[in-house]
């Protein structure tokens, strides 16, 4: 079921949003240089490696690491990465991911393939078999400001309380934060 959600819903969401798409593409062409898109190792379900899209909001040459990590994220950012990360727009291309089944709609967010610590914790906890998410639990309560710890806690909370309806007051409560532009530090 929640497979056919999600293939319905990113084929509809996907031409709705085919002209911002384009457009966002073409903006971070002409601001920056490089291709549109990054495609980063992500973990997926049971802790299997896929390529994850997102517009790309840092300069080529960036550390693959968490943006939490880098010494002044600031000074990597491309001249619209701060907009496309705080209205989200970044993530748009993840709809691919969602369509291919290496994401969903909702679940744990992907994590990078070097952290390690978010991966063991996820893999102790028994989360690693979930398919990760566009957004999540963790996303709505704090997103970019949790810790380690408590983003783990909420993805069990998500693993333990998972429904059809949780995850549609997940998209609701998402839509909400990124109108609000909530939870995002860079």
């Not at 497979?3 to 990113?10: C, H, P, V």
């Not at 709705?16 to 073409?26: F, T, Y």
């Not at 994220?73 to 001249?79: C, I």
Request: proline residues 6%; aromatic residues 8%; charged residues 20%.
């Amino acid at each position: 079921m929640k497979r056919l959600f999600d293939l319905i819903a990113g084929a509809c969401a996907g031409l709705v949003l085919l002209l911002p798409i384009v457009l966002v593409a073409l903006a971070v062409r002409l601001t920056s240089k490089g291709p549109a898109l990054y495609w980063s190792d992500r973990v997926g379900r049971n802790n299997k490696i896929f390529k994850m899209p997102k517009f790309r909001s840092m300069q080529i040459g960036t550390p693959a690491v968490a943006t939490h990590l880098l010494s002044n994220p600031d000074a990597y950012l491309t001249p619209i990465g701060s907009f496309l990360r705080k209205s989200s727009l970044d993530e748009l291309p993840q709809l691919w991911s969602i369509l291919a089944g290496d994401m969903s709609f909702v679940g744990p967010r992907p994590a990078l393939f070097n952290q390690h610590d978010l991966i063991e914790l996820r893999t102790q906890q028994g989360v690693h078999p979930l398919v990760p998410g566009l957004t999540g639990w963790a996303q709505v309560n704090g997103r970019d400001e949790l810790p380690i710890l408590d983003k783990v806690k909420l993805d069990v909370e998500y693993l333990h309380h998972r429904s059809l309806w949780f995850d549609i007051r997940i998209l609701w409560l998402t839509l909400v934060k990124v109108l609000r532009r909530d939870g995002v530090s860079h």
